[in-house]
C-alpha cells in the first residue's frame, strides 16, 4: 500500500516536473518567435512571412486584427512542393501587442533546394499566395557566448562567439560585428566569413567599448535575414602606451633646445645680469673714503675732505654740473639779485655769451666768486655723467613740484613765478655733452608729468663734477614723447628736501618771474 | 654476360619509357575547396536570371529529364556515400544531356554564352567529382528509365533546377567528402 502511494506520487512528481518543463520550453520558444515575428513584420512585406529557424524547423506566419479575424477553422494554409502534391499545415494563433492576433504555421517536415507553393484561404477564399524555397529563409538565432578580449596589443580586442548549430552551414555563414565607445550611438561593423572570430583595429585606448554580433548565411547556397543582435559586451581597451621611439626623440629635441638656450643665454649673460640685475649705485664713487674710510658719517668726512664743503644753509649740491640757470637760480636767491624774471631770463639767455666774462656780470660776492670759480670749472672741465635716460643737460632746467614729506623751510614756492620754458632753456648749441633743446616743437606730457612747454628736449650725459655735491633736484627727460624723471642724486640728511616721487608738474606759469631753484626732498633710490 | 646486358638495356628501356611515354595520369589533388563551386553556383544564378529575361529564341524543342533537387537532410544523411555519389553523378549527366538540347533553340548571343559556360562548369565539376576520388560513373542508356528524375519544358525551369542541383545535392556531396575529410583529420 505504502509502495504503490510512493510509486504514484513519484509517477506524479515526474509528470510535473516534464510538464513544466514542457512549459518553460514553449514559453521561451514563444518568446523567440515573437522576436523574431516583430522583426520579420518589419521586414518582410510579402504574407504569409516565414522564415527557418533550423534545419528542422519552418514557420509561416500572419497578423490580423483580432476584431476582423475570424475563427482558426474559417482559415487553411496549403503548401506544395515542387512536382508534388499539396498537403495542409494545421494553424495556431497566439496573441499580439497591439490587438492583433498571429495565425502561425510550423512545418516540421522540410525539403530544400526545391520550390514551394504557399496558399491561405479563408472560407474558401484566397487571401494569401507566396512561393519559396525554404533554405532560402533562414532567421537564425544571435550567435552565443560572445567574448571580447584583449590581444595584448594596443588599440585591438578579440571577438569570439559561438555559430549558431546548423549543420552544413558553418561555411556558409556570414556575421557583423558592430563595436562603439559605450556612449555613442554610432558604430563601426567589423565582418566576418566563415570564421567565429575577430580582431577588431584601431579602438581608442582607455575606452569602454560596447560589442554585439549577429548573423546571416551569405546567400550561396543558403540565405535569409539577419538575426537579432546578441546581448552587448562592454570591455575596456588598454591604456595607451607611449612609443619609446617618440620619448626618446622628445628628450633629444629638449635637450638640444635646452642647450641652445644655455647657449645664448651664456653669450649675452653680461647684458641680461644688467638688464635683470642692474648694479645699484652707490654713491661711493662720488664721495670718496665716505664708506671705507669713515663708515658713512658724513660730518666727519666733510671735515676731511678737500675741496671745500658745498654746504650753504640754502642748498645741496649734487655731483651733477650746475648749469648756468642753476647757477642764475642760486644766485636768485639772494636779494643781491634782481627780482625781475625778464632780466633772469635775459641773463639765462645771454648765457653762452657770459659764461667767459660771467664774472663781469655777477655782483662780487664771495659765494659769487665761488659760484663763477665753479663755472669756469665746470666749463673747462667737462666730465660726463653717468646717467643716459635722464635730464641731465645743464642747458635746462625743470622746476618740479612734489610730495612735501618734511619741513622745509627754503622752499619758496615759486612756480608761479616759473619762467616759461622755452625762456628758460637756454640754446647751447656747441653741445660738449651731445645735448640739444628743440625749441619751438611741440611737446606732449605722458603721465606723470604736466610740462606745457612748447619746446622738446632730449638730454644725454653731461658733464659733471663727481667730487662736488650738486642739487637735490628731479630730472627729467622729455623727448617730446614721454618723461623719464628720477632722481640725480641721494641726498643725506644735510639739508631737508622734499621727498619727489612720480609726481611731475611742470606747469609753466602765465605770468613770470625769477627763476628760482626749489628745493624738494627727494628720494634717490638708485 | 648477356644476361647481364639485356637486363641493363631492359632497365634502360624502361626508364626511357617512364620519361617520353604519359601513360596513366598521376592522381589529382583532390579538390576540396567549396569557393570552386560557390563560384559554378553563382555563374549558373547569373544564367538562370538572363534566362528569366528572355522572350523568345530561347525555349526548349522537347521536354528533358532532369534530377530531382530536393534535399531531406535526415534522408540525405542515412544514404551512404556512394549512392550519394552516384545520386549527384546521375543528376549532372542528366543535366549535362539536357543542356545539349538547348543549342540550335537557343538564338540569343547572351544567353548562348551562358549555356556553354554552364555546360562548362559541368565539366569541371565532374573533374571535381574525380579528384576526390569518387568512382568514375558509367551513364545509362537511355535517361528515362532512369528514377527520380523530373521533367522539365522550359529553358528556365532547366536552369533553375541546375542552380538548386549544384546548391543542393553537389555541395553537401563535396563538403562530406571522405578524401577532403582525410585531410581535416
Known sequence: ?526 | MLRKTGRGLFALLLIVLEWTCPGLLSPLRPICDLRVLNHFIQEARDAEVAMRSCREGCGLTQTVSVPQTTVNFEDWEKKNALEQAEEVQTGLWLLQQALGSFGPSVTNTALNNHIDNTARNLVSINAVLRSLNFQEYTPPANASSLDGTWTVSSATELLQVHVNFLRGKVRLLLMDAPACQQDVS
Open chain 1, 1 to 526: 500500500m505504502t509502495c504503490d502511494h510512493l510509486r504514484r506520487l513519484f509517477a506524479l512528481s515526474l509528470m510535473l516536473m516534464f510538464c513544466a518543463t514542457g512549459t518553460t520550453s514553449l514559453l521561451q520558444g514563444s518568446r523567440n518567435f515573437e522576436k523574431k515575428a516583430l522583426r520579420l513584420l518589419k521586414e518582410e512585406p510579402q504574407n504569409p512571412k516565414c522564415f527557418a529557424g533550423g534545419m528542422k524547423d519552418f514557420t509561416c506566419f500572419w497578423v490580423e486584427d483580432e476584431e476582423r479575424a475570424g475563427s482558426l477553422d474559417q482559415y487553411t494554409f496549403t503548401y506544395a512542393y515542387q512536382n508534388e502534391n499539396s498537403s495542409t499545415c494545421p494553424l495556431t494563433t497566439t496573441p499580439a501587442a497591439g490587438g492583433k492576433l498571429f495565425f502561425i504555421c510550423h512545418l516540421k517536415r522540410l525539403q530544400m533546394f526545391v520550390q514551394m507553393d504557399i496558399k491561405v484561404h479563408r472560407e474558401g477564399m484566397l487571401i494569401h499566395n507566396r512561393s519559396l524555397q525554404i533554405e532560402l529563409f533562414f532567421l537564425l538565432d544571435p550567435p552565443a557566448n560572445v567574448t571580447v578580449s584583449h590581444t595584448g596589443q594596443q588599440g585591438q580586442l578579440n571577438v569570439t562567439w559561438v555559430p549558431p548549430p546548423l549543420k552544413y552551414k558553418d561555411d556558409s555563414m556570414i556575421y557583423q560585428v558592430i563595436y562603439a565607445p559605450a556612449e555613442s550611438h554610432l558604430g563601426q561593423v567589423e565582418v566576418a566569413r566563415a570564421s567565429s572570430k575577430v580582431i577588431l583595429r584601431d579602438l581608442q585606448s582607455s575606452t569602454k567599448y560596447r560589442v554585439q554580433v549577429r548573423v546571416k548565411l551569405d546567400g550561396i547556397a543558403f540565405n535569409g535575414y539577419w538575426s537579432a543582435w546578441s546581448e552587448p559586451v562592454f570591455i575596456e581597451t588598454l591604456p595607451a602606451e607611449i612609443d619609446p621611439l617618440i620619448v626618446s626623440l622628445t628628450f633629444i629635441i629638449s635637450f638640444i633646445i635646452i642647450v641652445l638656450v644655455l647657449i645664448t643665454l651664456l653669450s649675452y649673460y653680461r647684458f641680461l645680469l644688467k638688464k635683470v640685475w642692474p648694479t645699484i649705485p652707490t654713491p661711493d664713487s662720488k664721495f670718496k673714503g665716505l664708506f671705507t674710510v669713515y663708515g658713512g658719517d658724513f660730518q666727519e668726512w666733510l671735515g676731511h675732505t678737500s675741496g671745500g664743503l658745498w654746504l650753504t644753509p640754502a642748498f645741496i649740491y649734487s655731483e651733477e654740473c650746475q648749469s648756468n640757470l642753476e647757477v642764475l637760480s642760486e644766485l636768485s636767491i639772494y636779494p643781491s639779485l634782481p627780482p625781475k624774471a625778464s632780466k633772469v631770463s635775459t641773463i639765462a639767455m645771454n648765457n653762452d655769451k657770459d659764461t667767459k666774462t660771467g664774472s663781469d656780470d655777477w655782483r662780487a660776492t664771495s659765494q659769487d666768486h665761488w659760484l663763477l670759480d665753479r663755472l669756469r670749472a665746470f666749463q673747462q672741465d667737462p666730465r660726463p655723467c653717468s646717467h643716459s635716460s635722464m635730464l641731465e643737460s645743464q642747458d635746462t632746467y625743470v622746476a618740479l613740484s612734489g610730495h612735501r614729506q618734511s619741513e622745509d623751510k627754503h622752499v619758496v614756492d615759486t612756480l608761479e613765478e616759473m619762467l616759461p620754458l622755452e625762456v628758460l632753456f637756454a640754446s647751447r648749441k656747441e653741445a660738449r655733452c651731445e645735448s640739444h633743446s628743440d625749441l619751438g616743437s611741440v611737446q606732449q606730457n605722458s603721465g606723470s608729468g604736466q610740462l606745457s612747454s612748447q619746446s622738446s628736449f632730449e638730454y644725454t650725459n653731461n658733464v659733471c663734477a663727481p667730487n662736488a655735491p650738486g642739487y637735490t633736484y628731479m630730472a627729467g627727460a622729455d623727448s617730446g614723447v614721454s618723461m623719464d624723471y628720477s632722481p640725480m642724486s641721494r641726498v643725506d640728511d644735510i639739508a631737508k628736501v622734499v621727498i619727489y616721487a612720480n609726481e611731475y608738474k611742470n606747469e609753466i606759469p602765465a605770468h613770470r618771474g625769477p627763476l628760482l631753484l626749489r628745493q624738494y626732498h627727494i628720494h634717490d633710490d638708485r
